[in-house]
């Protein structure tokens, strides 16, 4: 489901996503931001694996017509939920060697 909120001029979109893949749980909660007429996203990503409970961030910038990720990418699979496209990116943190889960819309 899908619950959408509006802070002030931010606009805050929270998704649940239920992978197909292992039956594993993604929580995804989106936040936009507008600065000189271009919008800035922030996705937390919140992965369910085994105990552990990894927090990841991905920062989405979009510059005149350039479009920049601010992430080390490795893997991209696509999803379509209803009229929700949604891009699950797998990244490599340089950060303790770990191999996080970021999906975003």
């Known amino acids: 489901y899908t619950r959408e909120y509006t802070?002030?001029?931010?606009?805050?979109?929270?998704?649940?996503?239920?992978s197909i893949l292992h039956g594993k749980i993604f929580l995804l909660i989106t936040r936009e931001?507008?600065?000189e007429n271009s919008p800035i996203s922030v996705a937390y990503v919140t992965r369910h694996f085994l105990i552990n409970i990894v927090l990841s961030l991905t920062r989405e910038y979009t510059l005149e017509?350039?479009?920049i990720i601010v992430s080390n990418v490795t893997l991209v699979r696509e999803y379509t939920l209803g009229r929700s496209h949604i891009t699950a990116v797998n990244v490599r943190s340089i950060l303790h060697g770990k191999i996080f889960l970021l999906i975003t819309r």
């Open 65 to 67: 017509r350039s479009h």
């Open 33 to 35: 931001y507008t600065l």
């Open 7 to 18: 802070l002030g001029r931010s606009h805050i979109t929270e998704v649940n996503v239920r």
